[in-house]
């Protein structure tokens, strides 16, 4: 098989690498695409990549893997949507777009819901495999701890306190939780790293890494794949972010500001206060932990890191049962929209 890993956002890098792996496992062969603006970002450089869409064409794929929203109608190839998170409660989750011709679930929650959608339209095909971003749980759980336990001896400290907050202006709890950090920065027991997304506002990343040239247990980290960060905290702090889901997943406490999930089944708070509380709460008490094993068995009920696996294989079946599509068919405006993304 050949196969694209299209990218239109760094987060897609993460998210699609091991599926990379598999493919040379099988010696496929494959070809990245990275949208232009990100192409400085692409962190494998020694593999085959592009950001030309004319070289995509010719290439002709057999599946594309798309981790975003969009993907060309007029390439090659079965379009694949994987996902870029867990977070169902998002705007547009579960629209549908009609750019792909399979859609590979995380787990039972997600499945159900678009079956329904595959009933309705009748245009596409669903299946649960896992998510393979998360594969390293399966594999590599404990990759990071000897860093972890090096950075706790530098700093003196006895727990790692995540805070990932999302990008959304309207969601997002950064602008608010500036001196409820300065407050537990004064609690040398904790060593707090904070991980923005690709997307956050340069003036809030800003005002946090000023804080941290004000208290040295305070470290704005700039590696963009968060999952080193999620395998290394003991707690993490957040607000309306699919990362909330990843690291629950690991069955560890997680603290949210304001959160919008219709499913929440952990501590969030309706006020942007009592941070510390909170935290040394959820560390001695955990009072959430059997409510997370419902997270577990309804998102991800996958712990064999072979999520990658079950998702190439599944292509692989598909498209010796139905061949390989040309193209997708679309009506006008979204031909449209995808000429204006993505040119003709």
């Known amino acids: 098989m050949k196969i694209v890993l299209f990218c239109q956002n760094p987060y897609a890098f993460g998210i699609l690498e091991p599926i990379m792996q598999v493919l040379k496992e099988k010696d496929y ?8 603006p990100i192409k400085d970002k692409f962190p494998f450089k020694n593999e085959p990549f592009t950001s030309n869409m004319n070289e995509v064409k010719e290439f002709k794929s057999d599946a594309i893997f798309v981790p975003g929203n969009e993907v060309p109608y007029y390439l090659r190839g079965l379009k ?12 547009g989750h579960f629209r549908i777009r009609h750019y792909f011709d399979l859609y590979l679930t995380q787990g039972p929650f997600f499945t159900r819901k678009f079956l329904e959608l595959k009933k309705k339209y009748k245009d596409f095909e669903v299946l649960e ?9 399966g594999k590599e759980l404990h990759k990071y701890d000897s860093e972890k336990t090096a950075l706790l001896s530098k700093y003196d400290a006895c727990k790692i306190v995540l805070y990932a907050p999302t990008f959304s202006p309207s969601l997002t709890s950064g602008g608010f939780l500036i001196d409820e950090f300065k407050e537990l920065a004064k609690n040398k027991e904790y060593l707090i790293l904070v991980k923005f997304h690709d997307l956050m506002s340069v003036e809030l990343i800003e005002s946090y890494k000023q804080l941290a040239t004000e208290n040295e247990n305070i ?5 963009r794949n968060i999952i080193k960060f999620l395998l290394m905290a003991d707690i993490m ?16 406490p997680v603290i949210t500001f304001k959160s919008s999930s219709k499913n929440i089944q952990w501590d969030d708070s309706k006020e942007y206060k009592n941070l510390s509380d909170k935290i040394k ?7 959430f932990r059997e409510q997370r094993q419902q997270i577990v068995s309804e998102y991800h009920p996958y712990n064999d890191g072979k999520s990658a696996e079950r998702m190439v294989e599944a292509v692989s079946i598909y498209i010796i049962e139905n061949g390989v599509p040309e193209k997708r068919k679309l009506s006008f405006l979204r031909r449209l929209k995808i000429h204006k993304i993505f040119g003709k």
Request: glycine fraction near 6%.
């Open 80 to 91: 694949v949507q994987i996902f870029h998170g867990f977070a169902g409660e998002k705007k």
């Open 237 to 252: 702090i957040s607000d309306t972010s699919s990362v909330v889901y990843e690291f629950l997943l690991l069955d560890k």
């Open 219 to 223: 470290i704005v980290e700039e590696e």
């Open 29 to 36: 062969e494959y070809l990245w695409f990275v949208n232009e």
């Open 281 to 287: 709460s959820n560390l001695t008490e955990d009072n």
């Open 129 to 137: 495999t896992g998510w393979p971003k998360i594969d390293i749980y």
